[in-house]
């Protein structure tokens, strides 16, 4: 098939890149210039384990990029990949939707074929048809369910895994307004569908929409109770990765995300649970429960730091910390649990030295314009971070941290967020979060 993606961000980049490894022809579309030269150059514009390689195979064959939105007209389907900013009280910004559908419905008018607009992006339920395929169809002249068909197609792809994800999911997720356009989609996933193990849900719209949604918050609402668990086991001297170990064996709960500490960030969970948040609101419904698993997601950074300074005054310390990315095997610093951790070590007087594998420079971007710059360094190396430094946090649990040179620390002093298996008897003090 011949398909074009609006958005060339972690999600439109990575699905064009695996479209075309499937054997699809594929366009990109994006109002960046440099993301679109990246593209066409065959490099991966974010750091995404095994992007590249399928960029490098691909770009100047099945896939390419460009900044023009009349590269649609030929294609058979256009997938929306774009973003959708949040205000502070979770609302979305549905101006890049909008503004990506007026151009789109632009670049089809006058076509006589029709064409087949998927929504990827997550939404909260009636965007797609009332948003996106309004504007198309007003813009455009096509009608819906007519020469315009619409679909809902959430992506489930976690960064650091989004490629893997991808290619074998658990599930791919259908919501469309005709039986010709699901089947169109069923067609571009046929191969991912006949694989063993993947499971096909087809719906309608508003579901598809509400599945995302539901997906995510359901998760986030795992980590935050193992998180609220792992915290009354800390109170209790109990291992709380001994307990959730066991808890984890019952079939009806799995050893999945039983992981207890900092808690969750990135760019899914925070923005998803705050949405649906928003929008139970805006339909006159109070979620108390998704209220709590915020509240007790934010609380752990403090309670993070809070441990640390029972062992170390902050006040004029230096406190190294330990991976600054959301998760391992990503560069996507948006939300961190870390930065997190840094402002509130800040805010106690407390100078920091900060590593990451990968996410130094976005992290060095993030502070740069603020007035806390002059009180965070950064260093490449994980001995230079750790040399001297009074004590350290470790936030995000990339696999290089499991042999740490604590012998250059002045203070040998680790509280561990993440539980990485560090060598606590070379430490005068090792903390973890929960256990």
């Known amino acids: 098939m011949y398909v074009s993606i609006v958005g060339s961000g972690y999600v439109g980049t990575t699905v064009a890149a695996c479209l075309a490894d499937l054997g699809h022809e594929v366009v990109n579309v994006d109002i960046d210039e440099g993301i679109v030269s990246s593209i066409n150059a065959g490099e991966a514009p974010i750091h995404e384990p095994g992007l590249a390689p399928l960029l490098d195979e691909h770009a100047g064959g099945r ?14 389907l256009t997938m929306l990949c774009l973003p959708t900013p949040q205000a502070d009280d979770g609302t979305l910004d549905l101006g890049p939707m909008r503004a990506a559908s007026e151009a789109l419905g632009e670049a089809l008018a006058g076509t006589d074929s029709g064409h087949l607009v998927v929504v990827k992006s997550t939404v909260l339920p009636g965007t797609t048809e009332d948003v996106v395929g309004s504007t198309v169809a007003e813009v455009s002249g096509l009608a819906v369910g007519d020469t315009l068909e619409l679909a809902m197609n959430p992506e489930f792809l976690r960064m650091g895994t989004a490629v893997t994800d991808f290619q074998e999911p658990d599930k791919v997720v259908v919501g469309a307004t005709s039986e010709d356009a699901a089947t169109r989609l069923r067609d571009l996933y046929a191969p991912i569908l006949a694989r063993e193990g993947t499971n096909y849900v087809e719906t309608d719209v508003r579901a598809a929409e509400l599945i995302k949604y539901a997906n995510n918050a359901f998760l986030a609402a795992k980590v935050s109770l193992v998180n609220e668990l792992g915290n009354v086991a800390k109170a209790y001297d109990a291992d709380a990765y001994e307990v959730l170990e066991a808890v984890g064996l019952d079939d009806r709960i799995s050893d999945r995300f039983m992981r207890s500490g900092l808690g969750w960030g990135g760019s899914c969970f925070p923005k998803d649970v705050n949405a649906i948040r928003a929008g139970a609101r805006e339909q006159g419904y ?9 509240a007790v997601n934010d609380g752990q950074p403090d309670r993070l730091v809070s441990l640390l300074a029972e062992h170390v005054d902050l006040e004029g310390a230096t406190i190294t910390v330990l991976g600054l990315s959301f998760k391992p095997h990503t560069d996507d610093i948006r939300k961190s649990r870390s930065l997190e951790v840094i402002d509130r070590l800040l805010a106690r007087g407390a100078s920091v030295v ?82």
């Open 286 to 294: 109070d979620p108390e429960l998704l209220d709590a698993v915020v």
């Open 354 to 435: 900060a590593h990451d594998p990968v996410a130094i420079e976005n992290v060095r971007d993030y502070y740069a314009e603020t007035d806390r710059s002059d009180s965070i360094s950064f260093d490449d190396s994980i001995e230079g971070a750790l040399s001297g430094a009074d004590g350290a946090v470790l936030a995000t649990d990339w696999p290089a941290y499991e042999q740490l040179p604590v012998e250059v620390m002045g203070g040998r002093i680790l509280v561990d967020g993440r539980r990485v298996d560090v060598d606590r008897d070379e430490l005068d003090v090792y903390e973890g979060l929960t256990w």
């Open 63 to 76: 896939l390419r990029a460009t900044t023009e939105y009349d590269a649609v007209v030929d294609t058979d």
